[in-house]
Antibody
């Protein structure tokens, strides 16, 4: 069964740090591009960032609100995806999901979509 | 960044109704548009990718159309399990952006 399980969430003070992890199973993790997506309480979905697979350079992209504070990394030997979050603010309070970034090719075009989601882990930033 | 705007933000409908949700992009995204369904307390679920391709296991009552800047998600006959919030998302460029969501409620 294809599965993503997030962990590491919790309560942290403003200015603090937290590291989230996502354990993948049921698919070849090393071949997958992966995303983090968050959802503040009662709000919509917000893309946080993405990491490509190592054969595509393993590069990362981030949303503007987290760039320079958050770092996405992966350990293909352990099938895990991490999100290191520093300098946290109350605006970072949210449920954090990890997702796959799968694709389908049609002609020469690559269509990406998030087809597997974890259940999420909650981060609360509060004094 | 590409802005995605959904309309309406919410709607009330009855079982059996045909429902259409619109998503507009701030610039052309060709067919790089996905739709997700989210039920309360659950993770989002992919319904449609590449604007009109139905994800495996999704009922055929869901369909997507459009290209460029305007897209629609249609539920041909609303079922009780379809009451949820729906999001569009563009995959044309990073940052990936979502619409603000459309909540479909029981009338």
């Amino acid at each position: 069964e294809v599965q993503l399980v997030e962990s590491g969430g919790g309560l942290v003070k403003p200015g603090g740090s937290l590291r989230l992890s996502c354990a993948a199973s049921g698919f070849t993790f090393s071949n997958a591009w992966m995303n983090w997506v968050r959802q503040a309480p009662g709000k919509g979905l917000e893309w946080v960032g993405r990491i490509k697979r190592k054969t595509d350079g393993g590069t990362t992209d981030y949303a503007a609100p987290v760039k320079g504070r958050f770092t996405i990394s992966r350990d293909d030997s352990k099938n895990t995806l991490d999100l290191q979050m520093n300098s946290l603010t109350t605006e970072d309070t949210a449920l954090y999901y990890c997702t796959t970034d799968s694709y389908t090719t049609m002609g020469t075009s690559y269509y990406y979509y998030m087809d597997v989601w974890g259940k999420g882990t909650t981060v609360t930033v509060s004094s | 960044d590409i802005q995605m705007t959904q309309s309406p933000s919410s709607l009330s409908a009855s079982v059996g109704d045909r429902v259409t949700i619109t998503c507009r992009a701030s610039q052309s995204i060709r067919s790089y548009l996905n739709w997700y369904q989210q039920k309360p307390g659950k993770a989002p679920k992919l319904l449609i990718y590449a604007a009109s391709s139905l994800q495996g296991g999704v009922p055929s009552g869901f369909s997507g159309s459009g290209s460029g800047t305007e897209f629609t998600l249609t539920i041909s006959s609303l079922q009780p399990e379809d009451f949820a919030t729906y999001y569009c998302q563009q995959s044309y460029s990073t940052p990936r952006t979502f619409g603000q969501g459309t909540k479909v409620e029981i009338q």
